[in-house]
């Protein structure tokens, strides 16, 4: 601690310590491409500074590898390319993973031309039907999720049901008018 200076004010481009002359002229100059974040708190350096204004650590010279990388959006492209290769091969994987699973037998009752061949609606008005049910559902569930403590909450969720019974009766009738008329009639 002898090298520490005394009473001198400390800037952020100065080091907190004085050095060696020897070691003043090994510093890397501007000229160098020197890195733009700390390592160790992450933070900026100031433009021409060597040392981190926030740490105090000093600031190191860019790898002549990184900088004969290319440029920053080069290795984003580069990276991303990558990760959606990855990301094409897990799913690729995935899906082969799937196919050799067996599925039980009852299951192919639940395939959607299956249960449109059951119900006999053409696909619009199956589709209608579904969106129907689903927000009867919704409807029902708002009395699950939600009790009224008083007056304004118990309105509020009646509405909640209300628009719900009324977006099930518009998918409804959706779906009676999407059905095909038969040629019975």
Known sequence: MAEVVHDAQQEFWRPPSVL???MEVALP???QEM???CCSC????MIGARFCHTCGTTRPVVSPARSTRGTDAEVMAGLWAKNVAW????VGSAASACRKVPLPTWLHYLHFHEIKR???LPTAALIAFIIGLGCVAGALGV???YKASNLAEFQAIQMWRIEWLLAATASFVAGILLKKP???E
């Open 20 to 22: 060696d002359p020897a």
């Open 29 to 31: 100059s501007a000229v």
């Open 35 to 37: 890195a733009e974040a």
């Open 42 to 45: 992450g933070s900026e350096f």
């Open 87 to 90: 990301v094409g091969t897990a």
């Open 118 to 120: 059951w119900v006999g």
């Open 143 to 145: 009395s699950f999720f």
């Open 182 to 184: 038969s040629g019975d």
